[in-house]
């Protein structure tokens, strides 16, 4: 059974850059063909989905965050990072990790985050 | 403001049935399967429903999905006490190729 750990700098100053690390146990991150997604959720609010990363390197982002959005990946360490750039205190949330699974309907597959990590909250503030 | 609309609360007693409502557009819902996650106070999101009426292991029966054009349902039958928790809807928008949507949660409450 993979598990996901999400760290990093629960606190980050206000244009500053946000770094987080998934670490993958249970499991090689690049055995298998998956996406790998971080997805963000502020306090009260709903879940907003930043951006995946496949196993060969290649990613997609929300269009609302690309401009400040870089997700990599660390195949030796089995790991994959969020870098959020210019950050403001809207950027404060709980922030997880996922692998996703592939399901194909009748007409159109897709790549949707289903085991998550446990969510780190990070701050922004001064 | 999320962009699927859901209603922010709902609620049932023991053994109801409640049904909860998801609303979205041709470039989401209308064009997507809807997939549905359970968020149990203080844990992450765990994936309930998948392409708008699939269950993955270890989900009980009592938990069922529907789609009809831009608009799905969550269905929760023999309503238990620990199924009060948020629930979320979820789909690929079409629009800019991608991304996921979601909807802004419903608290469902079990008197």
């Known amino acids: 059974q993979v598990q996901l750990q999400e760290s990093g700098p629960g606190l980050v100053k206000p244009s500053q850059t946000l770094s987080l690390t998934c670490t993958v146990s249970?499991?090689?991150?690049?055995?298998?063909?998956?996406?790998w997604s971080w997805i963000r959720q502020p306090a009260g609010k709903g879940l907003e989905w930043i951006g995946r990363?496949?196993?060969?390197?290649?990613?997609n982002y929300n269009p609302s965050l690309k401009s400040r959005v870089t997700i990599s990946v660390d195949t030796s360490k089995n790991q994959f990072s969020l870098k959020l750039s210019s950050v403001t205190a809207a950027d404060t949330a709980v922030y997880y990790c996922?692998?996703?699974?592939?399901?194909?309907?009748?007409?159109?597959?897709?790549?949707?985050?289903?085991?998550w990590g446990q969510g780190t909250l990070v701050t922004v503030s001064s | 403001q999320s962009v699927l609309t859901q209603p922010p609360s709902a609620s049932g007693t023991p053994g109801q049935r409640v049904t909860i409502s998801c609303s979205g557009s041709s470039s989401n819902i209308g064009s997507n399967t809807v997939n549905w996650y359970q968020q149990l106070p203080g844990t992450a999101p765990k994936l309930l429903i998948y392409s708008n009426n699939q269950r993955p292991s270890g989900v009980p029966d009592r938990f069922s999905g529907s789609k009809s054009g831009t608009s799905a349902s969550l269905a929760i039958s023999g309503l238990q006490s620990e199924d009060e928790a948020d629930y979320y809807c979820?789909?690929?928008?079409?629009?800019?190729?991608?991304?996921?949507?979601f909807g802004g949660g419903t608290k469902l409450t079990v008197l």
């Open positions: 996922a692998r996703d699974f592939l399901y194909c309907s009748s007409t159109s597959c897709y790549s949707l985050p289903r085991d």
């Open positions: 979820a789909a690929w928008d079409d629009s800019l190729n991608g991304p996921w949507v």
């Open positions: 249970g499991g090689s991150i690049s055995s298998g063909s998956y996406y």
């Open positions: 990363i496949y196993t060969s390197g290649s990613t």
